[in-house]
């Protein structure tokens, strides 16, 4: 019944990628944690392999409309490229497990990423929840490029530590920072995030495809099934009435995560 469950994740992952044009990714590490029952590291090494192909099925629409801003993917890609394959590849296995004692309290390295990876989510639920949208600034896209350089190294490490996209962090730094519209934004974040997904798993030594093959593939064809499912709607269903509803699942599943790992604590 878990691997259900799990299985029906990965749709409703796909279905918020194509519906909302990101935040589903962020689903990947709970489902593959709580319903498949893998240990964080190992979740979070299949997630970015998930995020790469799944982004990547689902920029097609974009590029084929134009709405890629290459020269800034480039520039704040690069920066992130460089991040993500450096956090997979040497922080992450340098982190000692456990990670830190607080007195007679022992946080184990699984713990400590899981309960980072939730005030990920409840951030990325008040981005989905706030009304006021991104917009640019008055000297957006002139001389930002150390704040683009800054952000997209910050997103990379975000990226190889958790798994997840980051795009609620990477939409508005194109939209307010560099002056990319709000289209083009989410289709440039997409290709960033695929970019860094891959090359984040890449660079991992811990995680192994083979090792996960039938999971990882039934999970990706579900999840792509569900982006096509998730662009059919758009066209049927506003958007933006259903973001909220998914921000508060986003925000009520990462208040599970807390208090479960504060629980395993205690």
């Given amino acids: 019944m878990m691997e ?8 409703l992952m796909g279905i918020s990628l194509g519906l909302f044009g990101g935040g589903g990714s962020i689903l990947s590490v709970p489902i593959l944690v709580y319903l498949f029952g893998l240990d964080a590291i190992s979740a979070t090494g299949l997630s970015l392999f998930i995020v790469g192909t799944t982004s990547a099925a689902g920029l097609t629409n974009y590029h084929r409309q134009g709405n890629i801003e290459w020269r800034t993917a480039a520039l704040f890609g690069g920066a992130s490229l460089l991040s993500v394959f450096a956090t997979r590849r040497w922080l992450m296995p340098a982190l000692p497990d456990p990670l830190f004692h607080m007195g007679e309290l022992t946080v184990p390295k699984d713990t400590a990423i899981l309960g980072l990876f939730a005030v990920v989510m409840v951030l990325a639920a008040w981005s989905m929840l706030r009304k006021r949208k991104a917009v640019p600034t008055k000297d957006a ?17 975000l990226t190889g530590l958790l798994g997840a996209g980051g795009g609620f962090v990477i939409v508005p730094a194109l939209v307010v920072i560099a002056g990319v519209e709000m289209k083009k934004a989410v289709g440039t974040s997409l290709l960033i995030i695929s970019a860094n997904a891959f090359i984040g798993f890449l660079g991992d030594r811990q995680v192994h495809l083979i090792d996960h093959a039938p999971l990882l593939f039934m999970f990706i064809a579900l999840a792509i099934g569900g982006i096509f499912v998730g ?17 508060w699942f986003i925000l009520t599943m990462g208040a599970y995560i807390i208090i479960r790992e504060l629980y395993t604590l205690s």
């Fill in 4 to 11: 259900v469950a799990g299985y029906l994740g990965a749709v």
């Fill in 141 to 157: 896209g002139k001389d930002q490029l150390l704040p683009l350089l800054l952000i997209g190294l910050a997103v990379g490490v």
């Fill in 231 to 247: 662009g059919l709607l758009a066209k049927r269903i506003d958007g933006n009435r259903l973001r909220p509803a998914f921000g």
